[in-house]
């Protein structure tokens, strides 16, 4: 049987989602846990690979099981011996084919930035002295849904067939001292939202226009796109799936 797992997590103290060789991963702590309450090896495939540093308020993985759960009570004794930086909101059975990476429909992120310093967000939201150009920002992110080709933005050495991506939102909002990026697209190349925002950045700060961010679009060259923003200030928030998948 097959199960879903809905979870969040701080991703200050991991190097990311991926399990990998001398270093602590969220997917190495999960599939620990796992393993320890079912009382036989344990792995999960989650809906996506989030970087060190960067954090999800909601990301899916799933695992199989041999035998049927009580999910309220697995979910119960999951959080129970998982370190407080990563919770289980829901465990849930969906069908044999469901998979929680090529099945999703859509994710969406988000990137916080603040103008005040604050000790309390230090690993939370990335600081900036200077202010931007907000209604710049958007005129700018409003640009990109109308191109599919990402390459620009993507890190240059990585394993992917197509470069190809649908945006469906990218906006900027404002909330008080900070500020707020929410993009959501069928899929996200390695690296692509920090050097999007990055870029937006250097829109809001008038060291690039509108025409130049088309130009870079369509060059499909990193070099010349933005910085990459710190990880510290991303977060997954939403991955969506067929409801068919939940038996």
Not at 63 to 77: A, M, P, Q, S
Not at 89 to 104: G, K, L, N, P
Not at 138 to 151: E, G, I, P, Q, V
Not at 187 to 206: P, S
Request: net charge neutral; charged share 25%; glycine share 4%.
């Amino acid at each position: 049987m097959r199960y879903f797992l809905e979870l969040s997590y701080d991703g200050t103290p991991y190097h990311g989602w991926q399990r990998q060789p001398n270093a602590i991963s969220v997917q190495e702590v999960l599939e620990d846990s796992l393993s320890t309450i079912l009382r036989m090896k344990t792995e999960i495939v989650g809906a996506g690979r989030t970087d060190t540093g960067v954090h999800a308020k909601q990301i899916m993985a799933h695992f199989d099981c041999v035998n049927k759960l009580d999910t309220e009570d697995f979910t119960y004794k999951l959080n129970s011996i998982l370190p407080a930086e990563i919770a289980i909101q829901s465990v849930y059975e969906v069908t044999e084919d469901a998979h929680a990476r090529f099945d999703a429909t859509s994710r969406s992120y988000e990137y916080c930035i603040n103008f005040v310093k604050d000790p309390f967000v230090i690993n939370k939201s990335y600081y900036l002295k200077k202010s931007l150009d907000l209604d710049l920002m958007n005129k700018a992110a409003k640009l990109l849904l109308n191109y599919t080709n990402f390459r620009c933005f993507s890190k240059s050495k990585t394993d992917v067939k197509t470069y190809n991506c649908t945006i469906t939102k990218a906006v900027w909002e404002k909330s008080e001292d900070k500020i707020v990026f929410k993009i959501s697209a069928n899929r996200f190349l390695r690296n692509m939202v920090r050097a999007i925002v990055g870029t937006l950045i250097e829109i809001g700060q008038y060291k690039l226009d509108l025409e130049d961010l088309i130009d870079i679009i369509k060059s499909e060259d990193r070099s010349r796109s933005g910085y990459s923003v710190p990880a510290h200030g991303l977060y997954l928030t939403k991955v969506e799936y067929p409801e068919k998948f939940t038996k």
